[in-house]
Nanobody
C-alpha cells in the first residue's frame, strides 16, 4: 500500500519562503508522476505542480516563477520550494502520486498546512 508523508508546512510572512517535502513508500517511485496539490478553505483542490521522473515540470499559472518542484528518485522524495509567498498561497498542500498511464493508480498524502500572513 502506497504512502505519502508531507512535512514543512508552517506560518510564514508574505514574501517569505518555505520548502515542503514528501516522502514516498510502497510505490514504484519512478513509474509515478509526483505532484503537489493545494486546497484553501471553501475552494476546490487544485494542482500546483507536477513532475514525471526525468521529465519537465508543469506548474499552475499562479505559481510559475515562484515555486519549484523537484524529486530525488533515489530517496523517493519530492520537494516544493516556495518563494515570494503570498497570502493567496495559504492552503493545505497535498503530495500526490499517480502511475503514469491511463487511469493510473493515485496516492494522496494527508496534507501539510501553509499559512502566509503578517
Amino acid at each position: 500500500q502506497g504512502q505519502l508523508v508531507e512535512s514543512g508546512g508552517d506560518l510564514v510572512q508574505p514574501g517569505g519562503s518555505l520548502r515542503l517535502s514528501c516522502s514516498a513508500s510502497g510505490i514504484i517511485f519512478t513509474l509515478n508522476a509526483m505532484g503537489w496539490y493545494r486546497q484553501a478553505p471553501g475552494k476546490q483542490r487544485e494542482l500546483v505542480a507536477e513532475m514525471f521522473a526525468g521529465g519537465d515540470p508543469n506548474y499552475a499559472d499562479s505559481v510559475k516563477g515562484r515555486f519549484t518542484i523537484s524529486r530525488d528518485n533515489a530517496k523517493k522524495m519530492v520537494y516544493l520550494q516556495m518563494d515570494k509567498l503570498e497570502p493567496e498561497d495559504s492552503a493545505v498542500y497535498y503530495c500526490h502520486a499517480r502511475v503514469a498511464m491511463p487511469n493510473g493508480k493515485e496516492t494522496w498524502g494527508k496534507g501539510t498546512r501553509v499559512t502566509v500572513s503578517s
